[in-house]
């Protein structure tokens, strides 16, 4: 069954740390995608990143970069020099590509919380 | 592109009363939308699956007599809650699947619809 966990509930730091999310993922599929959302909040989720199981290359976006290890079923989230306006709900999914649902399965969410 | 929207993005009603919350896919046609829920300081949990011209594939433990969804076109989704109670309270989000030019399944996600029912 697939399954994804965040085992980081809550997570405070200052601004300008570095801080990672974790993110574990279950499945028995070969073909599948990997999310991460942040939901501020207003509530509304904002996609950060997709990456499907063929690709583990890492990738960087600004302050933004991802490790995706498919040997350890981990895809982590980092920031780098982290601000204020980071603070929100970071959440993984995963929707795999063989059950043809095409439903995403979240896990259950890590708060970061920035402070000044 | 690919924007989805949500009405209402907020709605209080007395308990007993039906309430019905549209998702509309504004610039792409959905073949496949689908129906969250979250509770406050929750994760996402799936609802149901609505296809275009067939019935909703609900999740387990989601009362699909409760919560009724039409998928009548290509860009429009409705949910209905029937019946509401104070326990149906909370966050619901839809969202709209297409495929991405790399040919991947992709969901697009509404605003949410905040429900409170008192």
């Known amino acids: 069954a697939q399954k994804v966990t965040q085992a980081q509930t809550e997570i405070s730091v200052v601004e300008k740390e570095d801080v990672t999310l974790d993110c574990v993922y279950e499945?028995?599929?070969?073909?599948?995608?990997l999310f991460w959302y942040k939901q501020p909040p207003s509530g509304e989720l904002v996609f950060l990143i997709r990456?499907?199981?063929?690709?583990?290359q890492n990738e960087i976006s600004g302050r933004y970069s991802w490790n995706f290890q498919k040997s350890t079923s981990s895809f982590n989230f980092t920031i780098t020099a982290s601000q204020v306006v980071d603070s929100a709900v970071y959440f993984c999914?995963?929707?795999?590509?063989?059950?043809?649902?095409?439903?995403?399965?979240f896990g259950t969410g890590t708060r970061l919380k920035v402070l000044a | 592109g690919a924007v989805v929207s949500q009405h209402p993005s907020r709605v209080i009603c007395k308990s007993g009363t039906s309430v019905k919350i549209e998702c509309r896919s504004l610039?792409?046609?959905?073949?496949?939308m689908f129906w969250y829920r979250q509770f406050p300081k929750k994760s996402l949990m799936l609802m149901a699956t609505?296809?275009?011209?067939?019935?909703?594939?609900?999740e387990q433990g989601v009362e699909k007599d409760k919560f009724l969804i039409n998928h009548a076109s290509l860009t429009l989704s409705t949910l209905t809650v029937t019946s509401a109670h104070p326990e149906d309270s909370s966050f619901y989000i839809c969202?709209?699947?297409?495929f991405g030019a790399g040919g991947y399944n992709e969901q697009f996600f509404g605003p949410g619809t905040r429900l409170t029912v008192l």
């Open positions: 990456r499907n199981s063929f690709d583990e």
């Open positions: 499945t028995r599929d070969t073909t599948y995608y």
């Open positions: 969202s709209a699947r297409t």
């Open positions: 999914a995963l929707s795999e590509g063989a059950s043809g649902t095409y439903k995403y399965i």
């Open positions: 610039d792409f046609q959905a073949t496949t």
């Open positions: 609505s296809n275009e011209g067939s019935k909703a594939t609900y």
